[in-house]
């Protein structure tokens, strides 16, 4: 079944460095790829997405690319602030009904 | 502020006691998701509903989960003869689900459940 497979977590980082968080996908077909965000105390936000392969999502910052030969959707960022601090979910959909398949979750720190 | 709402927040109940819990969903979308979130994991699909029918239940709803969504507004779901197993956070998902293409699912600040 389709499944995803991302980076345990929790990844500590200062202030400006750079950020990868891996995110790699099981599944037939081409679904679609997304990066979920969730801040302390809050709900589930969609970060970004990416609907066929090669296509990059960005948002606030963030990008990844939709890399089919590797079945990955990696997180980046350039420079991470305070502010990013919170736990990202990659996730993929595929069928009619829209259902997100989520990984585990990783959990971000960033430190001033 | 017109989100997605589920009440209650937080509930604590004994085992083999039955539980509801609600959401209702921003006006006008279509479609509506439950998921179930155990510490540490990310959500797992349970259910979901196109209006008032319900499309797909995922295996981990079993026989004591019961989901309805009787005008195609707000939804309920029900736990019977809670075990410990079932504590989660319990989260609730809408989408305009039109167009045959992907709506972005925005989600509710969940319902933690507790079973003791």
């Known amino acids: 079944g389709n499944s995803v497979t991302q980076m345990e977590g929790p990844v500590t980082l200062s202030e400006e460095a750079f950020l990868t968080i891996n995110c790699t996908y099981t599944?037939?077909?081409?679904?679609?790829l997304f990066w979920y965000v969730q801040y302390p105390g809050e709900g589930l936000q969609l970060l970004l997405k990416?609907?066929?392969?090669?296509d990059k999502g960005s948002n606030k910052g963030f990008e990844a690319t939709y890399r089919k030969e590797t079945t990955s959707f990696h997180l980046e960022k350039g420079s991470v602030q305070v502010s990013d601090s919170a736990v990202y979910f990659c996730?993929?959909?595929?069928?009619?009904?829209?259902?997100?398949?989520f990984g585990s979750g990783t959990r971000l720190l960033v430190r001033p | 502020d017109t989100g997605v709402s589920q009440n209650p927040r937080h509930k604590i109940t004994k085992r083999g006691q039955n539980v509801t819990f609600r959401c209702d969903p921003i006006?006008?979308?279509?479609?509506l998701y439950w998921y179930r979130q155990t510490l540490g994991q990310g959500p797992e699909f349970l259910t979901y509903?196109?209006?008032?029918?319900?499309?797909?239940k995922s295996r981990l709803l079993s026989d004591r989960f019961s989901a309805e969504r009787p005008k195609g507004s707000f939804s309920t779901l029900e736990i019977q003869r809670t075990e410990q197993g079932d504590s989660a956070m319990y989260l609730c998902?809408?989408?305009?689900?039109?167009?045959?293409?992907?709506?972005?699912?925005?989600f509710g600040p969940g319902t933690r459940l507790t079973v003791l």
């Open positions: 998902a809408s989408s305009l689900g039109r167009g045959g293409t992907y709506n972005e699912q925005f």
């Open positions: 990416a609907t066929k392969a090669d």
């Open positions: 599944a037939t077909g081409y679904p679609s």
């Open positions: 996730a993929l959909s595929q069928d009619s009904s829209y259902k997100l398949i």
């Open positions: 006006s006008e979308h279509n479609r």
């Open positions: 509903f196109q209006n008032e029918a319900q499309l797909e």
